[in-house]
């Protein structure tokens, strides 16, 4: 089970970042991966998908995928290569969508004024603990449960529960 996740942080601070921003609905007829990653976060920052590499993580401020429920949004930033969001909080449903489809989410109070755009950072699911690379600090969080590590990491639940069959 992958326990440690490392990569680059790409900083939404803004609070209230729906799900249109993050996948805008004139893109919402398609279902393929690859094809929404092209358009991620485009209205908001049109560059987003030429700085992310696979294994980088999205830092984001209150309230991020609120709006309507679409698992686009997920598949989107799964697609373009975010392996974790990091957010002060999240939308419900969003959050659901992010741990259904294999994305771990993690609410952290005031991220978005610990870590700088650009910071790398190294996540530790199991200890709750971010150690930021570039600017030598920690930063704590419930660590992630075990089964939720194991829907990630068998890319969604789906995927879990048809491996359990």
């Known amino acids: 089970m992958l326990l440690v996740l490392v990569g680059k942080c790409h900083l939404f601070s803004r609070a ?20 929404l990653s092209k358009h991620a976060m485009e209205d908001i920052d049109p560059d987003f998908i030429n700085r992310v590499s696979s294994g980088d993580f999205l830092v ?16 989107a930033l799964r697609g373009v290569g975010i392996s ?10 969003f959050f659901r969508n992010a741990v259904n489809n294999g994305m771990i989410a993690i609410k952290i109070p005031e991220i978005s004024k610990k870590i700088n755009d650009g910071d790398k950072i190294e996540i530790n699911l199991k200890s709750g603990k971010i150690y930021n690379q570039t600017q030598k600090i920690e930063i704590y969080f419930q660590a992630i449960p075990n089964f939720v590590q194991e829907i990630s990491n068998a890319g969604g639940l789906l ?7």
């Open 84 to 93: 974790a969001i990091l957010a002060e909080n999240f939308a419900r449903i």
């Open 16 to 35: 209230h970042i729906n799900t249109d921003e993050i996948i805008p609905a004139r893109y919402l007829n398609s279902t393929d991966e690859n094809f």
């Open 60 to 75: 984001a401020g209150e309230n991020f995928g609120c709006g309507s429920s679409r698992e686009h949004a997920i598949w």
């Open 159 to 165: 995927n879990k529960i048809s491996k359990k069959i």
